[in-house]
């Protein structure tokens, strides 16, 4: 098993910064700053999801101002996750009728909710666990519904 290396801390006046390590180049690069907390996260969010779909493996610290100083914060990095087992085959009944392209829509859309109030919430790396939950969450709920429990995770997530 191979060991993570330590991130430098990032040069210059204590802000919000992403570092990224890449094992190719044996460094680290910084992939997103601001000097706000929401957009750093957002963007290690996104670029965990892309990572990880290309089948790579992320590694990743996050820096931040503490009292005027640089402070090093947890990332809830997990590894990568298991490739996904293939759905099961849809009752008969379902797989007759195709989803239309508004419902389609509606499903992409619910998920986009809800995953925009898990990155709201610091929750923008999520394991094979949590991903099932949002699916299942978004196969169930209507898109009312979905947007008040991505608000209730954007509430939560608000006093970071």
Known sequence: MQTRPRSPQPPGEPRW???SYRSSSAAWHVAAESP??????????????????????????????????WQRF???AAPPPAPEPTAPEPP???RAAEPSR??????????QVLMAGLSKAGRYDL???DVAAVQTLVDRLDETTVRRVAH???LAGGGR
């Open 36 to 69: 706000h907390r929401a957009p750093v996260l957002y963007a290690l969010g996104e670029m965990a999801q892309t990572v990880r779909a290309r089948g790579d493996e992320l590694t990743v610290a996050l820096w931040g101002p503490k009292d005027g100083a």
């Open 152 to 154: 209730w995770l954007a």
């Open 127 to 129: 394991a094979p666990e």
């Open 102 to 111: 508004l419902a389609e829509r509606m499903h992409d859309r619910r998920h």
């Open 92 to 94: 008969p009944s379902r």
């Open 74 to 76: 947890d990332t809830d």
């Open 17 to 19: 910064v992403a570092l």
